[in-house]
């Protein structure tokens, strides 16, 4: 009996051992896979972050770019608006010129032509 006694006695421990064994290293796998996990929602964390930031960046870049679309937008309609007004002034000046002084006309009329001529000339050399 004390023989069985023991028999059963070194069963139990035995069994205990073992199931003390496969509980440990269950528990040990599953603290891996969450270490892992988390470890993967970090990187998905800043990941994101990283996105955020750039993304803001990339709006406010955008919006610069915009703004200075926009003051050039609004410089080149004043330089057409002052080119228009150049070109009346320069038409009036140049229908007085014609009417008070025709020789004068004549010959500004000439020297523009010459100075056109020239460039003409430079360019093809």
Known sequence: MTQSLIFLFSGLLTGFAAAWFIRSRALAKQKKEQQDTEGFLEREKLGKERLQRETELFYQRE???IKRLEASLMRNKQMDSDILLLQKSNEETEAMLKSAQP???????KLIEANNTIARMKAKS
């Open 63 to 65: 919006a610069e770019l």
């Open 103 to 109: 020789e004068l006309y004549s010959l500004k009329l």
